[in-house]
């Protein structure tokens, strides 16, 4: 048995090429939700994508994933032009989970050496595996494998970004699409409600994401707190009073942007029977994710 941790892209991806090459791996996710952060907030008729905004690919491999999945494209106000997932980001990995076997709520605590093969252990049980893929963020690998494993050492130079996010409906006039400053505390704003396909409810839906410095100024407030700080900052940006605010609230990326990459697909243990894997291997791209997750896949089934 072939068992992946983590229901991101590269999770989804590694999964997806060996089903199709005929084996049967097994997903294991803590969450309710697959994709990472390529996700949607969903709030009775409100609709927020609030991890990644868009993607893009900039390979001939990931270009054909895109082109058979339901996306639209949306100008983003600057001249650019962006693949969206529609109704939402999240319809994306939804596409790319079918016909897998993947088992939600299942958080695992610990993965160790158990024979020739893997024990992963979860709250109610332990699961044997001959091959396990961990897909997890970098800063998690230590925990699950334990600080002494040989590759936890190789996971040092990886940097991880948080990223705070604001989602807020508003009424009156848009002034835009989307902002970006890098060196504005909210680093990018976007009009959520201007991509194609999305619900329209009565004034505008926005995405608000802090910089670095913010994010991790302000990482372990509540969300009540984190929505307090920023909301004030996207109405000046929006030129409105906050009367104008119907609905906000704040979601916590603890590991959302990878500034410094491992620059190479993914890390294997000797013989062949663990893998580490993700958009921190190559740099911060859903592609990237994807690419990781392809990539282990192809060597696992070099081995078979």
């Given at each position: 048995m072939i068992v992946i941790i983590g229901s991101g892209m590269a999770g989804l991806a590694c999964a997806r090429r060996l089903t199709q090459a005929g084996l049967a791996p097994v997903v294991l996710?803590?969450?309710?939700?697959?994709?990472?952060?390529?996700?949607?907030?969903?709030?009775d008729d409100l609709q927020f994508d609030h991890g990644a905004q868009f993607v893009n690919a900039q390979g001939a491999g990931f270009a054909a994933v895109l082109a058979g999945l339901s996306v639209a494209q949306w100008p983003d106000g600057t001249g650019r032009t962006h693949s969206v997932g529609v109704p939402g980001m999240s319809a994306i990995p939804k596409a790319l989970a079918k016909g897998l076997d993947i088992r939600q709520g299942v958080q695992v605590t610990r993965v160790q050496k158990d024979g020739k093969g893997w024990a992963l252990t979860f709250e109610g049980g332990t699961l044997h595996c001959a091959q396990v893929v961990m897909t997890v963020p970098a800063p998690q690998v230590a925990g699950l494998l334990g600080d002494g494993h040989p590759l936890v050492a190789h996971l040092?130079?990886?940097?991880?970004?948080?990223?705070?996010?604001?989602?807020?409906?508003?009424?009156?006039?848009?002034?835009?699409?989307?902002?970006?400053?890098?060196?504005?505390?909210?680093?990018?704003?976007?009009?959520?409600?201007?991509?194609?396909?999305?619900?329209?409810?009565?004034?505008?839906?926005?995405?608000?994401?802090?910089?670095?410095?913010?994010?991790?100024?302000?990482?372990?407030?509540?969300?009540?707190?984190?929505?307090?700080?920023?909301?004030?900052?996207?109405?000046?940006?929006?030129?409105?009073?906050?009367?104008?605010?119907?609905?906000?609230?704040?979601?916590?990326?603890?590991?959302?942007?990878?500034t410094q990459a491992l620059e190479q697909p993914f890390l294997r243990s000797a013989d062949g029977t663990l893998y580490l894997g993700g958009d921190w291997c190559i740099g911060p791209r859903i592609e990237a994710a994807w690419d990781s997750g392809t990539a282990i896949a192809e060597s696992i089934l070099a081995l078979v």
């Open positions: 996710d803590k969450g309710r939700g697959i994709g990472g952060r390529v996700a949607t907030r969903r709030v040092t130079s990886v940097r991880l970004a948080p990223c705070l996010t604001l989602m807020a409906a508003v009424g009156g006039p848009s002034p835009f699409i989307t902002r970006q400053d890098r060196d504005n505390p909210l680093s990018w704003i976007a009009q959520n409600s201007s991509k194609p396909g999305r619900p329209q409810a009565s004034g505008a839906l926005w995405v608000a994401q802090a910089h670095e410095g913010f994010s991790t100024a302000h990482l372990e407030r509540s969300g009540a707190e984190i929505a307090a700080l920023m909301l004030p900052q996207l109405c000046d940006r929006l030129g409105v009073t906050p009367a104008a605010v119907t609905y906000a609230a704040a979601h916590r990326w603890r590991y959302a942007r990878v």
